[in-house]
């Protein structure tokens, strides 16, 4: 699978959504 | 007979090699095994692998003794609800968990020996209508229940002497969480599937739910097993127990897919094919490596990140198999038949 079919990814995704997340 | 159709049917063969058996044990007195394990146990200074089976009132731990023979050390009853699984604690010592119920879970409960009363004992962690259950690293269970009006998914922190030292709510999906699997490598990170056909993220630390990522129309219901984290994506394996054959290759026993957390997108990248024919059931699975008994009888075992059966393990002329279950550790497979018979084989 190819960046273009899942999108920009990031290496620190979980941490991020952890941010955004609601508490 | 069953395996020479399944080799030939298969486009590299499993390897005959890849499962050597090791040793065997018998319950004398359980005619309707429900599930085996295996535990490592410390005594007198000494760390083992020991084997658990599981009938519906009683849960027995076996001890090795040379040569390629068990004895089994202390039998748990428990004879108001029946058990019905056996929950593995990753990297515990000296405590076996168990599910006990009717149709669905009612009670997870710890077996364990006391020092302190020179005992072996039974303690309750949790009660409920409880629809999935994980034991997780560091003495962590987590599980999801349902009420008529609400869904709770919680984590228990588990104490050596067998009773909970803490406990932390996570923010439930709306749909019903179906099962868990722990992500390799994040401790933190917790990932589950629910009845709606989606994958869900939680921080286990802050108990946010951080991602509901639907897996796919074109898949049949998914039970997810296991979870890595690598190069920004988090690749899942996943079983459908109630797949049909929707693939050139067959019945797909376990798929890995890949979920980009921060689109919720997701890609195919392998199929763990049957090929035509024979069913699988609810299976299991050891790092990369997933096991299963089939319809037929026979356990296959498929190596996940190349999409390939690596070994089956044929009924005999004892019958058929109906459980398998890895050892922890890499210690091997477990595969046991109804009559209470287990066999342990290398992989």
């Known amino acids: ?23 | 007979d069953v395996a020479e159709p399944l080799t030939a049917a298969l486009p590299d063969g499993p390897r005959e090699e890849s499962l050597q058996f090791v040793s065997e044990l018998k319950e004398p007195w359980c005619s309707g095994a429900v599930d085996v394990g295996a535990v490592w146990w410390a005594a007198a200074g000494c760390r083992e692998l020991r084997v658990v089976t599981a009938c519906e009132s009683a849960v027995s731990l076996w001890q090795p003794r040379a040569p390629a023979c068990w004895a089994r050390v202390h039998t748990w009853h428990l004879r108001e609800i029946p058990v019905i699984q056996i929950v593995p604690l990753p990297d515990t010592c000296n405590l076996v968990c168990v599910a006990l119920g009717e149709l669905e879970i009612g009670e997870i409960r710890l077996l364990l020996y006391s020092s302190d009363t020179d005992s072996f004992k039974h303690s309750l962690v949790k009660t409920g209508n409880i629809k999935a259950v994980v034991g997780l690293k560091d003495w962590r269970l987590v599980s999801s229940s349902r009420t008529m009006q609400e869904q709770q998914v919680e984590m228990v922190f588990l104490s050596e002497t067998g009773g909970s030292k803490d406990r932390q709510t996570l923010m439930p999906p709306e749909e019903t969480v179906t099962a868990f699997a722990e992500v390799e490598g994040m401790s933190e990170a917790l990932v589950g599937t629910t009845a709606g056909n989606s994958v869900v993220v939680w921080n286990l630390r802050t108990g946010q739910l951080l991602r509901k990522m639907h897996v796919g129309y074109s898949y049949p219901v998914s039970i997810s097993h296991r979870a890595y984290s690598d190069s920004g994506l988090l690749f899942v394996v996943l079983s459908h127990p109630h797949g049909k054959e929707s693939e050139p290759c067959g019945s797909p026993a376990f798929r890995v897919v890949a979920f980009n957390p921060r689109t919720g997108r997701s890609a195919p990248v392998t199929s763990s094919c049957l090929p035509p024919g024979p069913a699988g059931r609810r299976g299991d699975v050891w790092d990369t490596a997933g096991a299963a008994v089939l319809t037929s009888g026979a356990v296959a075992v498929w190596d996940l990140l190349r999409g390939c059966c690596t070994a089956v393990l044929p009924p005999g002329p004892a019958g058929q198999w109906a459980l398998a279950r890895w050892a922890p550790g890499g210690a091997g497979l477990l595969a046991g038949r109804r009559d209470g018979t287990v066999q342990l084989y290398r992989y």
């Open chain 1, 1 to 23: 699978c190819s960046e273009s079919d899942l999108g920009p990814i990031s290496l620190n995704w979980f941490e991020e959504l952890s941010t955004e997340a609601p508490p």
